[in-house]
């Protein structure tokens, strides 16, 4: 990033419960001053007006702030409308110069100059914040939803299959393979005790299976869940060990949780996808091949604005997609691992979709279609 001149650098180290501390240096590297603020109107304005306190006529204000929490978020909005450019640089670059300048200790004051002095020191790489539209924001906040949400419908799976072959050993093989699927989860949340689920009989199993799977599954997956049933029964012979009603209570809970995060998720979903004809109403993003429905979104809701971008090679860097350089003298080293200094959750979504293309047949008409 060109930094204007002249310029006053504002380093703020936000702080979650205490006040943030802020360092103010000049174009040469000089501290000019050091001051701590809060997310008020009257703290940030007298804060700016401390860093501007002796400025040339003219000198532009960039603040340099690090995504802490939810508390970079007032902090820019402030400086953004009041015309201030606002820099949010990741935890892994300031970290490293924070190294050079802490020596032996760590304390406020310091985390603040790292981050004021990164535009000098560092100036690649750096993007100013940009805050788009409603519908932006609207997809911002969807898509994250979704995606806190899609991890935690995992991570329920995971523990009512745990759950789950805690009460019968041998249940796997009665299960979905690719995570448990409606009918996994409606015959566990009835019949988790292997004691209910035999006594439930065969024919009401099956009329179960049967209907949540809409006819794709029935007697045979009936027959192995009797049988893994049967078993878990022989192997628990009544033992107290065991708490076989209270597992099978848990499992339902856990079932109903999910349950309520699908349901959940389905409304962000909608509201996202709302939100994505406003932003792209041309669908060009969903037109690449590879995509999809969520990796489109992700794409869009992350990268902003894409004129931001100078280039393709200043994308790249954002996403941390790029191999770390390591030249020495007239060394150029190749092969060196990706830097992966960008958004995680995007960088991600692209691997994916990139290993979905490369398994679309290009001459295909639907190659081309959003899956």
């Known amino acids: 990033m060109q930094l204007p001149s002249p310029v006053r650098l504002l380093g703020i180290d936000l702080g979650i419960t205490s006040d943030h501390t802020a360092v103010v240096i000049d174009d040469a590297g000089s501290i000019c001053a050091r001051r701590r603020a809060r997310s008020t109107v009257a703290s940030l304005a007298a804060l700016e007006a401390a860093a501007l306190d002796g400025a040339a006529l003219g000198t532009q204000l960039v603040v340099v702030i690090e995504p802490t929490g939810p508390a970079w978020l007032p902090v820019a909005v402030f400086y953004g409308r009041r015309g201030q450019t606002v820099l949010r640089v990741t935890s892994a670059k300031a970290a490293d110069l924070r190294r050079f300048l802490a020596r032996h200790a760590k304390s406020n004051r310091i985390d603040a100059e790292t981050l004021a002095r990164l535009p000098l020191v560092a100036p690649t790489g750096l993007t100013a914040v940009e805050f788009g539209s409603p519908a932006r924001a609207s997809l911002d906040r969807r898509v994250r939803a979704v995606a806190r949400l899609t991890a935690e419908i995992g991570r329920r799976k995971t523990r009512i299959r745990a759950l789950a072959h805690q009460l019968v050993p041998t249940i796997g093989a009665a299960l979905s393979d690719d995570g448990l699927n409606q009918t996994d989860l409606a015959v566990l949340e009835r019949y988790a005790d292997p004691r209910a689920l035999l006594a439930a009989g065969p024919a009401r199993l099956t009329r179960l299976i049967t209907t949540t799977s809409r006819g794709q599954l029935g007697q045979a997956k009936a027959q192995a869940l009797r049988t893994a049933a049967a078993e878990a029964v022989a192997l628990w012979e009544g033992d107290s060990a065991i708490a076989i009603g209270d597992l099978a209570a848990e499992v339902a809970s856990e079932v109903r949780l999910v349950r309520a995060a699908e349901t959940e998720r389905t409304r962000h979903e909608h509201a996202r996808d709302a939100a994505l004809a406003c932003v792209d109403p041309a669908g060009l993003a969903a037109s690449l091949p590879g995509l999809g429905p969520v990796g489109t979104t992700q794409l869009v809701a992350t990268m902003g604005r894409p004129g931001r971008f100078p280039n393709g090679s200043a994308f790249k860097a954002f996403t941390g997609l790029t191999p770390r350089a390591n030249e020495t003298g007239q060394t150029d080293r190749k092969h060196q691992p990706m830097t992966k200094a960008g958004p995680r959750a995007l960088r ?19 190659s081309t279609t959003p899956r």
């Open 348 to 366: 991600s979504q692209l691997v994916q979709s990139a290993n979905t293309a490369r398994k679309l047949d290009p001459s295909s008409p639907r």
